[in-house]
């Protein structure tokens, strides 16, 4: 005895088909963050008290400047992610939910380019001498 509907086992569908994807994306993501993270903030712990300069030329340096793209980019799609599915779980008047999560995606590219294109602009400025 199957729960799919006729027009879903023709087209090979079912529920625990759609959301795989966003389920690992998800889990992905939040896997990447946690060195991420733990890099992040004891990087920064260090460098308290330290000069503008300093900070600066920490960031253009080439693994520090890749790896907080990596956080940005990790960081944004993971909060995407889990906001779609609070949208999608909480808001029921459906063009209310399609529009929140194109928003909410926009939103998140935006931020991440905007945070992106800050590193790599100090990346490629190099430190000041």
């Known amino acids: 005895m199957s729960l799919q509907t006729d027009l879903g086992k023709v087209r090979g569908l079912g529920s625990a088909k759609e959301g795989v994807h966003h ?3 998800q889990r992905l993501t939040a896997i990447a963050l946690v060195p991420l993270v733990l ?4 990087s920064v712990a260090g460098l308290a008290g330290a000069e ?10 080439p693994v520090t400047s890749i790896l907080l793209v990596l956080l940005i980019a990790a960081t944004f799609h ?33 931020l991440a380019v ?3 294109f800050a590193v790599l602009k100090i990346a ?3 430190s000041p001498s």
């Open 124 to 126: 490629f400025a190099g």
């Open 52 to 61: 503008f300069v300093a900070v600066r030329a920490w960031i253009a340096q």
């Open 78 to 110: 993971h909060m995407q992610l889990g906001m779609q599915v609070v949208i999608e779980d909480y808001v029921h008047a459906e063009w209310l939910k399609i529009t929140s999560i194109v928003l909410v995606k926009f939103a998140a590219a935006f």
């Open 114 to 116: 905007a945070a992106a």
């Open 39 to 42: 890099w992040f903030v004891a």
């Open 23 to 25: 389920w690992w994306a």
